[in-house]
């Protein structure tokens, strides 16, 4: 029951616990006890709505920084990679197989806040070898889901 | 009505093709036509396109010159596809090359059907409701229909003593389609078992579209062609529209004894040629890789069903549980509306768009049939509207 919430919620966070009751034919307090338990054990971190900033004349950039650490003895990647995600900056970070081992992924509000940031925050890190910079030009799906031109569904009103 | 007389005595139309009502409802889809902001749940079909790795397959068969006709039964390739496919769902042995054959649609299968079993005045059992194009094809074959009521209180299904009743030493066949367009009904085990020992007791011909088999919720699809002994006399109809969401591509299949395929694909072969190129790869792939798309839809549906159902008890409508297709058939008799009224004034009144269940048959007055496949927002919104037009028309 709770990861077919939760992939209710993931698509839509803002179905209320009763139509998910509905659509699961389980009650709501079913699934009001089921949700508080997985914020509680922190398996739902955060409600958020995914947003085409590109229709909102927004002025952010978005860059994909590959890095390059020398792991360190006892904590590996770990502490480094806290270094960075500190950083309010840096959006997501994942630890990557590959060529290059951490990708952080950077908000700024133009491109050289987001320079200043890999060339005075990111850079200096000790252990951190190298990073490449690439700006982010246009966002065409993001989560699943195509920004601009969603394909409409072309029906007839009444089919029999 | 004289512009009819006139053709008839001018014998432009044949007698054949004056004997298939026309809808009944159209002037009901002329109305449609001129309003605007319709949410509509009068649809037959998926909302949702073809996944993408179907369509894909199909264009990179466009790029690569597939223009040309197939063998008249089908591909190759789809028709093992699809023998192995049956093979693993219903544990059942059809030859691809003898015993199934691709169609454009379930329409033409069922057409087929008809005309390579039914003789002038042969009988065809089938139920009321049902989908619109049983009665037609089996009259335009030289058939005659013979309807079995069915109800709600029964969950509109088939009852095995109801259809022995209407046996005459004229019964050919007995065509069933379940899971049930308009109804949503699925056949029980228990109930297809007797029918399936009715039809052999009779040496009767099982005609069987079985189109919506993957949209069932909470009970397994039985297939008639695989209980004991019924493959040989039964003719399997199926096809990609629903379960892939490929209504547009118009791809089906029939799967039979060697003696009537050959005698379908005589027919098909004449009066079609082969199923279209481009489709028939699309289905290939369907089979392929389609299983994913068709779990999470069937996922899908299944949410949307529950939301449908519950909003029309909520509203005070009457709904037998529906346990398969993407239908819901409520009864609409406590609004004191035949089911033509309802449809024509909920559409004016409030901008919804259902179909009356009389288009389905005479069984079908009192009911409207909603279909779920769309938004869960719409379905939502539709509830909202109907709930007024209900409160506004209850009879006191």
Redesign the interface.
């Known amino acids: 029951m709770l990861k077919k919430i939760l992939k209710i919620l993931e698509d839509d966070a803002r179905a209320t616990p009763e139509r998910i009751a509905t659509m699961l034919g389980t009650s709501e307090d079913e699934v009001t006890a089921i949700i508080k338990k997985a914020e509680a054990e922190g398996k739902i971190l955060k409600y958020k709505t995914l947003i085409n900033w590109d229709k909102v004349n927004d002025e952010h950039v978005w860059a994909l920084i590959e890095v390059q650490v020398s792991p360190q003895r006892d904590t590996g990647y770990d502490a480094i990679a806290e270094k960075i995600y500190r950083f309010p900056q840096a959006r997501s970070v994942y630890l990557m197989s590959g060529t290059y081992d951490l990708a952080v992924l950077v908000m700024g509000k133009s491109m050289h806040e987001i320079a200043d940031f890999v060339g005075q925050k990111l850079s200096p890190i000790e252990g951190v070898r190298a990073a490449s910079t690439h700006f982010i030009m246009r966002r065409y799906k993001e989560d699943g889901e195509i920004m601009n031109g969603k394909e409409e569904i072309k029906r007839q009103p009444v089919i029999l | 009505m004289k512009q009819d007389k006139e053709e008839k005595d001018n014998n432009i139309v044949s007698q054949r093709a004056s004997r298939i009502s026309p809808?009944g409802i159209r002037k009901?889809?002329d109305l449609?036509?001129s309003i605007e902001g319709?949410i509509?749940l009068?649809?037959?079909?998926p909302?949702y396109?073809t996944p993408w790795h179907i369509r894909e397959a199909a264009i990179y068969s466009i790029e690569n010159g597939f223009t040309m006709y197939t063998s008249n039964s089908g591909i190759p390739e789809l028709r093992q596809e699809l023998s192995r496919y049956i093979q693993k769902r219903y544990e059942l042995e059809y030859d691809w090359k003898t015993e199934l054959l691709i169609t454009v649609g379930v329409s033409e299968a069922l057409d087929l059907a008809m005309r390579a079993v039914i003789d002038p005045g042969d009988e065809v059992i089938m139920s009321d409701p049902c989908?619109?194009a049983y009665e037609p094809s089996v009259i335009l074959s030289g058939g005659v229909p013979v309807k079995v009521p069915t109800s709600e209180e029964n969950a509109f299904e088939l009852d095995a003593r109801d259809i022995e009743a209407k046996i005459t030493n004229k019964t050919k066949a007995i065509l069933m389609g379940y899971p049930s367009n308009p109804t949503g009904a699925v056949m029980p085990w228990e109930k297809l078992v007797k029918i399936a020992d009715v039809a052999c007791r009779h040496n009767l011909l099982m005609i069987v579209d079985e189109i919506y088999s993957h949209l069932v919720y909470g009970i397994e699809h039985t297939c008639m062609a695989a209980l004991p002994g019924m493959k040989e006399c039964t003719v399997l109809l199926s096809g990609f529209s629903k379960s892939y969401a490929m209504t547009g591509w118009r791809i089906g299949y029939a799967a039979a004894n060697k003696e009537i395929i050959a005698a379908m694909t005589k027919i098909h072969q004449y009066t079609i040629m082969c199923a279209p190129t481009m489709a028939q790869i699309a289905a290939i792939e369907a089979l392929k890789s389609g299983e994913d798309s068709v779990t999470e839809m069937v996922e899908d549906y299944n949410?949307?069903r529950?939301?449908m159902v519950?909003g029309l008890r909520n509203i005070g409508l009457s709904c037998f549980e529906p346990k398969g297709a993407f239908y819901a058939f409520p009864s609409i008799k406590s609004t004191g509306m035949k089911s033509e009224e309802f449809a024509e004034r909920l559409l004016i009144e409030e901008k919804v768009?259902v179909?009356p269940g009389t288009?389905f048959g005479k069984c079908g007055e009192g009911y409207i049939r909603c279909c779920y496949a769309t938004s869960?927002k719409e379905i939502?919104e539709a509830l909202e509207r109907m709930k007024w037009f209900v409160e506004r028309h209850r009879k006191a």
């Open positions: 809808s009901f889809f449609l036509g319709v509509s009068g649809v037959g079909e909302d396109t989908y619109v949410h949307r529950l939301v519950k768009a179909v288009a869960l939502e």
